[in-house]
């Protein structure tokens, strides 16, 4: 079975503080994981996948296969950064499982 | 381009009634993919289409849930005798998959259900 936690529900950091927004997951294999996040009054879209390895927006996401999180990280949080963010993963399935999601806030 | 779009944006119904829900991918995207969102949950997934037959159809909570997918685009997403408990935001993604990023889902801007 696969399955993604997000811990945290809610998230509040003042603008220009780092933020992290923690994801864990289990999964037996070698699993493909994701960041998806939601804006106000948009459609999910992808913000991030560990594959690509690439930073969006100033985010940035390692894979710890040791610790088997997927957090994801930004030094310098931004007002337009406030957001639903799911992480997310896709094991020998196609499907994504995701997390319960955590709402981040930025703080003027 | 256009992306993923589904209708109706909102749909309430009173319990009993059957209900469908549409999804119109992105051209050219092979995979279709059902979630659904409920108050306080995270996205639960449903059905996953490859072309026209659905290899995946683990998610779905019950019998009364059904779904089809025909010419390989356009996806409807059926649930008959709604109970209060299917209120939730049916969301669909389409996928294409890409050599060297595996595959990317776009997702809808969902379908808001409320069985009263």
């Known amino acids: 079975a696969q399955r993604v936690t997000q811990p945290e529900k809610l998230l509040s950091v003042f603008k220009g503080a780092p933020v992290e927004l923690k994801c864990n997951y289990s999964y037996s294999g070698s699993p493909e994981l994701f960041w998806y996040v939601q804006y106000s009054r948009q459609r999910l879209q992808l913000l991030l996948r560990h594959i690509s390895r690439e930073s969006i927006k100033g985010f940035t996401a390692d894979l710890n296969k040791g610790e088997t999180s997927f957090h994801l990280k930004k030094p310098f949080a931004q007002e337009e950064d406030s957001a639903m963010y799911y992480c997310?993963?896709?094991?020998?399935?196609?499907?994504?499982?995701f997390g319960t999601g955590t709402r981040l806030t930025i703080i003027p | 381009g256009a992306g993923v779009s589904q209708s109706p944006s909102n749909k309430v119904t009173e319990k009993g009634k059957d209900v469908e829900l549409r999804c119109d991918p992105i051209s050219g995207h092979t995979a279709l993919y059902w979630y659904r969102q409920s108050l306080g949950q995270g996205l639960e997934f449903l059905i996953y289409?490859?072309?026209?037959?659905?290899?995946?159809k683990s998610g779905l909570p019950s019998d009364r849930f059904s779904a089809e997918r025909t010419g390989g685009s356009v996806s409807t997403l059926t649930i008959q005798r709604t109970q209060q408990e299917d209120s939730a935001v049916y969301l669909c993604a389409s996928s294409f998959r890409t050599l060297h990023l595996g595959e990317t889902q776009y997702f809808g801007p969902g379908t808001r259900l409320l069985v009263l």
């Open positions: 289409f490859q072309g026209n037959s659905a290899p995946d």
């Open positions: 997310a993963l896709k094991g020998g399935n196609e499907k994504l499982t």
